[in-house]
C-alpha cells in the first residue's frame, strides 16, 4: 500500500436524490444504488478508509542549514577563496547563492562539499536529484539513484533528515528504486529514534497496516503519540481514528473528537473533515450539522477535496446549511476538477437533472466518464458507467463526440495549500 501523508479519514456525505444520509459503513462496504427517480442509477456514497492527505514531501529547510542572507558581492569573493580551499562551509553557501543563478554550479560546490563528508550537503545532494529542477531552460531531471546514493551516505552518518528521506523513497518506489517497505522501516525507525516526527508517524503507519514490520497496532499507537506530542496533525488524525474505530484500543469517541480537534485546532483540513463528520453523526459530541457544515466548509476552503464533496452534499440536503443546489454544483465542482471521482459522479447527475446548472447531456457524459476512469472496479465503477451509458442514448453522435473528446482532453487541477509547499 502506497502512502503519500497517509490520512486515515471518516467520511460522509449526502445523499444526492435527498434521502437518507449514509451509514457508517467503514472498511470499504459496498456501494449501494438507490431508487431510480431520474432515469439513471443514483448511488449513496459511503464513508472510506485511507485516503491519502495531498501533499507529501521533504520541506528543505534552508535556515538549518545554509545561512541565507545574500551577501555582497565582496563577501562572495571571500567566501569562493575559502571554498576553494576547502571550506564546506563556504562551499554550501554558494551552492545555496548559485542555486537562481547557475544551477549547475551550485550543484558542483554542493558536490565539493558533500565528497568531502559533509553530511548537509550530501542531503541537499539527495534532495535535488530527487527533485531535479528547471533552470534558465535547462532542464535537470530527477536521478533517483544518485538521489538515493546521496541519501544514504548522509543516512550512514544519522542525518535524521536523510533517513526520513531514504525511507519515503523506499516505501513509495521510484525508477531505478524498488520499492522496499522492510528498508523504509528501517530507516523511518533510526529517524524516529531521534525524534522526527514524521518518521515517527510513519513507523507508526507501518506497523498499524504491516508494511515491513509485523502488524501491531499497540506499537503503532506509541509511535503515533510520539509524533502527535509534537504536533504532527497526521498522527493526531490517526490516533483519532483508532479511537473512533475501536483499533487496537476500546472504541473511544470522546478521545477521538479530542485528537480531530487538536488537528482541526492546528488548521489541518483532515482534522477538520474528520470533526464535521462526527458532528454529522453525533459521535462523542451533540449531533449538528450547523457545526459539521462548518468544519467542512474549513476543511473545503482549504482545498480538500474529500471536503468539497461533502459539503456539496449538505448543500443538497440542506442540513446545517440553507439548500442550494447552485452551492452543490460548485462544491462538486471544485472537487472533481481536482480527480475525486466520487464528486465526478455527483457532477454528472446534477447536469443530468439540470439542478444548480441547466441541463446538459454532454457534461453530464463527460463526468460520468471520467468516474468510470478513476474509480477502481467495482459497483461504484458500474454506476457511473450504467449512468454513462443510459445518458449517451439522449444525445445526438455530435453531442456524443464533443463529450469525449473533453473527456480525452481532461486534467485535474489539484488545489494546493500554502502551508504544504516545497521549497
Known amino acids: 500500500m502506497s502512502r503519500w501523508g497517509v490520512i486515515l479519514v471518516t467520511l460522509w456525505v449526502g445523499v444526492l ?3 437518507a444520509h449514509a451509514g457508517d459503513t467503514r472498511a470499504a462496504p459496498p456501494h449501494r444504488l438507490e431508487k431510480q427517480q431520474t432515469g439513471v442509477a443514483q448511488e449513496k456514497p459511503v464513508k472510506g ?4 492527505h495531498e501533499v507529501r514531501c521533504e520541506k528543505l529547510d534552508w535556515d538549518k542549514y545554509v545561512k541565507d542572507r545574500l551577501p555582497s558581492d565582496d563577501e562572495v569573493q571571500q567566501l569562493r577563496q575559502r571554498a576553494e580551499q576547502g571550506d564546506t562551509d563556504a562551499q554550501l553557501r554558494l551552492g545555496r547563492i548559485y542555486e537562481s543563478k547557475n544551477y549547475a554550479e551550485a550543484m558542483q560546490w554542493y558536490r565539493r562539499a558533500a565528497d568531502q563528508g559533509d553530511a548537509k550537503a550530501q542531503f541537499i545532494l539527495g534532495v535535488r536529484y530527487k527533485r531535479g529542477s528547471l533552470k534558465d531552460a535547462i532542464i535537470y531531471p530527477p536521478n533517483y539513484a544518485e538521489a538515493v546514493q546521496w541519501y544514504r551516505r548522509a543516512a550512514d552518518q544519522g542525518h535524521v533528515d536523510a533517513q526520513f ?14 520499492q522496499d517497505y522492510t528498508e523504509a522501516a528501517k530507516w523511518y525507525r533510526r529517524a524516529a529514534d531521534q525524534g522526527h516526527a514524521s518518521a515517527q508517524f510513519y513507523l507508526g503507519f507501518s506497523y498499524a497496516h504491516g508494511e515491513g514490520v509485523p502488524q501491531n497496532y499497540t506499537a503503532a499507537r506509541q509511535w503515533y503519540l510520539r509524533a502527535a506530542a509534537q504536533g504532527g496533525t497526521e498522527a493526531q488524525n490517526h490516533l483519532g481514528a483508532m479511537y473512533e474505530l ?3 484500543v476500546p472504541q473511544d469517541y470522546a478521545q477521538a473528537i479530542a485528537w480531530y480537534r487538536r488537528a482541526a485546532d492546528q488548521g489541518d483540513a483532515s482534522g477538520q473533515l474528520n470533526l464535521g463528520f462526527m458532528y454529522t453523526q453525533g459521535h462523542g459530541v451533540p449531533q449538528s450539522y450547523a457545526k459539521a457544515a462548518m468544519w467542512y466548509q474549513r476543511a473545503a476552503d482549504h482545498g ?4 468539497q464533496y461533502f459539503l456539496g452534499g449538505i448543500y443538497i440536503d440542506g442540513h446545517g446549511v ?3 443546489y447552485a452551492q452543490a454544483v460548485t462544491w462538486y465542482r471544485r472537487a472533481a476538477d481536482q480527480g475525486d471521482a466520487s464528486a465526478q459522479l455527483s457532477l454528472g447527475f446534477m447536469y443530468f437533472d439540470g439542478r444548480g ?6 457534461q453530464a457524459h463527460l463526468w460520468f466518464n471520467l468516474a468510470v476512469a478513476r474509480h477502481a472496479p467495482g459497483a461504484t465503477r458500474d454506476t457511473a458507467a450504467l449512468n454513462r451509458d443510459t445518458v449517451a442514448h439522449r444525445m445526438t453522435p455530435t453531442q456524443l463526440a464533443r463529450a469525449q473528446e473533453l473527456a480525452s482532453q481532461w486534467l485535474p487541477h489539484i488545489e494546493t495549500f500554502a502551508r504544504s509547499s516545497c521549497p
Open 304 to 307: 480538500n477535496a474529500a471536503a
Open 17 to 19: 436524490s435527498g434521502a
Open 357 to 362: 446548472v441547466p441541463q446538459d447531456f454532454v
Open 49 to 52: 478508509q485511507n485516503l491519502r
Open 246 to 248: 475501536g483499533q487496537g
Open 322 to 324: 440553507p439548500q442550494d
Open 165 to 178: 528521506s531514504l525511507g519515503l523513497m523506499y516505501e513509495v518506489g521510484y525508477p531505478d528504486v524498488s
